[in-house]
């Protein structure tokens, strides 16, 4: 049974790792369009 919660833990901490690093990715790439298009 404890491996069984401890299995679903690392699963939820990894899909909320993959969010966040989501989540990044897109905010640097808004900062790079606002970067263009003060460039152009």
Same mark, same amino acid.
């Given at each position: 049974?404890?491996?069984?919660?401890?299995?679903?833990? /690392?699963?939820? $901490?990894?899909?909320?790792?993959?969010?966040? /690093?989501? @989540?990044? @990715? #897109?905010?640097?790439? #808004? @900062? @790079?369009?606002?970067?263009? #298009? /003060? $460039? #152009?």
């Amino acid at each position: 049974m404890t491996k069984i919660v401890f299995i679903i833990f /690392v699963c939820a $901490a990894s899909l909320s790792a993959c969010n966040t /690093v989501q @989540g990044m @990715g #897109k905010d640097i790439e #808004k @900062g @790079g369009q606002a970067i263009e #298009k /003060v $460039a #152009k």
